[in-house]
């Protein structure tokens, strides 16, 4: 769970990066899509650095799904019979929401892959530039919106991960608490921030 | 004060349990929780019906005997034993539900009472270390430094109520195992089967049905003893040591 979050957290650092071209214009932004089909050439084959990051990361999903599979069912297994009443004394929104919020942003990167990546479900339809799929996905209001509330969940998993994380990677002690805690919750705030201006931009008419 | 409780009851492990309500009158607001339970006992007694089985014995919040699920959450609202929960938390006319601790690892015996020896069993398989016995050592012979003592002595004074175990949503057992891992390993004295006894008791815990640790920190917050959640991290720490090391449990 630890390791395979983190590969997947180092990932969705590299790609809220990469969406900032968006801000240096259409052409910037393709030619940051080019760069990547085309890294390394002529010495490596066309998309050797995608098709790695991509056996990286599906490896990655499938071990994390497979982790929080496994967790769920021993959950289940371990109270055969429920409270009739039961609080919570102090956990968080975040952990609360870890398992559901994993599944809706599971279903958020198959329709994030058909949207953007192979453009079946974009307006601009496939053959279109990166750009310009971009562009149409977020002047499409259900579509934004669907994108705010999957990064928003996104956010919350991360703030609870990166804890838990810690924890299992036995770096925590009571000293380090409060800022690994800390850490995470700044951590997700700017990671999720530096996603959402992409949208906000397209949405207010700074990016067209 | 006048007080309903609706209190889980349940014939054997073997029939389904349901919720039954009763009034308790005139109890004083110093009573222990429990000694508000042996009054409403008193009066099933009397009223020839079977009175209602819970689990007690030092009521000084040490032997870990008691443990009740009150209202929705371990040991009741203050963070302490239910035998040193006192009624003065609870105001007249409270409806207050009683239940038992809720696990795989925890069978229902009867009523209240739950089977907690998969705790036993974690224990005997880790938490012991290998001393000779005869005359006793000269304490300054193994010295241990200030704060490894301090941090083990915090684990230490864990009672294996089964609080964390029942306010977890994952009904698992780390805080407990992590608070024995925690207290043996942190010692001289501990060393020699540490890689052993995580593997061990973290093996053990996982065969007595009790659920993975997703990290929430429910357990840490009802624990009378207030065991932190340092604890599991430590245990983590020695589980990826262990494995690393390829260390085996000695057979």
């Given amino acids: 769970m630890a390791v395979s979050g983190i590969i997947m957290v180092l990932f969705l650092i590299a790609h ?18 080019e760069w990547l089909r085309t890294f390394g050439e002529p010495a490596l084959p066309p998309r050797t650095l995608l098709t790695v990051i991509e056996i990286v990361l599906v490896v990655s999903v499938l071990a994390h799904m497979w982790a929080a599979y496994s967790l769920w069912a021993q959950a289940r297994r371990a109270r055969p019979v429920a409270y009739v009443s039961k609080k919570r004394v102090q956990q968080s929104f975040a952990s609360r929401t ?16 058909l949207d953007m990546t192979f453009g079946a479900v974009n307006p601009q339809g496939t053959d279109s530039s990166p750009y310009d799929r971009l562009v149409a996905s977020f002047q499409n209001i259900p579509i934004t919106l669907f994108y705010v509330v999957a990064l928003v969940l996104l956010g919350l998993h991360l703030r609870h991960g990166i804890w838990s994380a810690t924890q299992t990677l036995g770096q925590t002690n009571k000293r380090r608490e409060r800022s690994v805690n800390a850490i995470a919750i700044v951590f997700s705030t700017l990671l999720i921030a530096g996603y959402l201006v992409v949208p906000a931009a397209v949405a207010f008419g700074l990016v067209d | 004060m006048n007080l309903t409780l609706k209190v ?42 079977d009175p209602i089985a819970f689990d007690h014995d030092c009521r000084e919040g040490i032997c870990s005997s008691c443990g009740l699920m009150i209202n929705g959450i371990a ?5 302490t034993t239910t035998c040193q929960l006192h009624m003065r938390s609870f105001s007249d006319g409270d409806v207050i539900d009683i239940e038992p601790w809720r696990s795989g690892g925890f069978p229902v015996v009867k009523d209240l009472v739950v089977d907690r020896s998969a705790f036993d069993r974690i224990i005997a398989v880790g938490g012991f270390i290998s001393a000779p016995t005869g005359t006793a050592p000269e304490a300054h012979s193994t010295p241990v430094p200030k704060r490894d003592s301090d941090a083990a002595f915090d684990a230490a004074t864990c009672i294996g109520c089964g609080a964390c175990v029942a306010a977890c ?61 340092e604890t599991i991290s430590r245990l983590n720490h020695d589980l990826l040591g262990a494995l690393r090391a390829g260390a085996v449990p000695a057979s």
């Avoid at chain 2, 919720?19 to 409403?40: A, C, G, K, N």
Wanted: charged letters at 15%.
């Fill in chain 2, 75 to 79: 040991h009741g609202p203050q963070q």
């Fill in chain 2, 169 to 229: 949503p994952n009904g698992s057992a780390m805080l407990f195992t992590a608070a024995k891992v925690s207290h043996l390993g942190l010692m001289p004295q501990g060393q020699p089967e540490r890689d052993a006894r995580v593997l061990t008791m973290v093996a053990q815990q996982d065969a007595e049905d009790f659920g993975g640790c997703t990290n929430i920190g429910e357990c840490s917050a009802v624990c009378p003893k207030g065991i932190s959640m």
């Fill in chain 2, 8 to 49: 889980w009851r349940q014939v054997n492990p073997a029939t389904k349990g349901k919720m039954v309500s009763y009034h308790v009158t005139d109890v004083s607001p110093d009573m222990s929780f429990l000694e508000m339970l042996d009054v409403l006992n008193e009066q099933l007694i009397l009223d020839n019906d």
């Fill in chain 1, 98 to 113: 870890l398992r559901w919020g994993g599944t809706i942003i599971l279903l958020f990167i198959i329709w994030h892959l």
């Fill in chain 1, 16 to 33: 809220m990066i990469g969406n900032l071209h968006v801000f240096q214009g259409a052409e910037s932004f393709n030619d940051y899509s």
